[in-house]
């Protein structure tokens, strides 16, 4: 029934919901058939369609996506940072399932001897991590280079955070594609799989890049600031590369 005050603050209400606290007016005792049917249904219906609607936006319109939200258009994206977690959770799960079919099943690709490296495989191991880690700094680049629509460093967050769930998709993507190896007639997905995330990622990234900053700047101007912020990007990731050697080699045993 709808109540004339709110339950949760006491204020006064009118409609569906309390004005003060967002509190629905219409309660209900909560049933064993209402909890089942309803309470946990609807609840798991509805994180479900913001995680799909945000992993959707995300790939698609990542720039456009990211800057609706911080234009307050908020209700149908589920929380980027909650979204990024869960995805490194998936990634985990998919590589530990990877590990234990290479353990049981024959590898149609011919391994390279070039790939045992402990930096390399450090990296690899805690890659996603690191990248969340390089959050902040790879939102500093974009604060410093695309200014001119005058969003907050935070707003910024905000917009390599929503590049970083199509980032991980991708990766999860190739991470799928390392199981190929097991099947003589497709394994060469899993050989090409390195190199077809890295070309899938660059267009990603630009045309995000584009669609949250490329009005305000002339062409050659965004093609210059987005060069640059490239260039920042990779010299970054060499300096994380140089900073674990030295730990591997210094601390790590």
Not at 4 to 16: D, I, K, V
Not at 190 to 213: D, R
Request: a positive charge; proline letters at 3%; one cysteine or more.
């Amino acid at each position: 029934m709808n109540s004339l005050e709110c339950l949760n603050c006491n204020e006064a209400t009118e409609g569906n919901f309390c004005s003060n606290c967002g509190q629905k007016t219409d309660t209900h005792r909560i049933t064993l058939k209402h909890f089942l049917f309803h309470d946990i249904v609807h609840g798991v219906w509805h994180v479900d369609k913001g995680i799909i609607f945000t992993l959707r936006q995300a790939l698609f319109r990542p720039g456009k996506a990211a800057l609706d939200y911080i234009d307050g258009k908020r209700i149908r994206y589920y929380n980027v940072f909650y979204l990024i977690l869960l995805l490194i959770g998936l990634g985990i799960f998919i590589e530990s399932i990877y590990l234990t079919a290479s353990a049981k099943f024959v590898s149609y690709i011919d391994p390279d001897p070039n790939a045992s490296n402990a930096t390399l495989d450090f990296i690899a191991k805690y890659a996603k991590f690191f990248l969340l880690l390089a959050i902040p700094v790879y939102a500093l680049n974009s604060f410093i280079l695309f200014n001119r629509k005058k969003l907050l460093y935070s707003e910024h967050l905000i917009i390599f955070g929503m590049y970083f769930v199509g980032i991980i998709i991708f990766t999860l993507i190739g991470n799928l594609l390392f199981f190929a190896e097991f099947i003589p007639s497709i394994s060469f997905l899993a050989e090409w799989s390195n190199t077809i995330v890295p070309l899938l990622l660059f267009p990603y990234i630009v045309n995000g890049l584009y669609n949250a900053f490329g009005k305000e700047y002339t062409k050659i101007g965004f093609a210059l600031r987005t060069l640059i912020y490239i260039v920042l990007i990779f010299a970054e990731l060499r300096l994380l590369g140089y900073i674990l050697k030295f730990y591997l080699k210094h601390y790590h045993h």
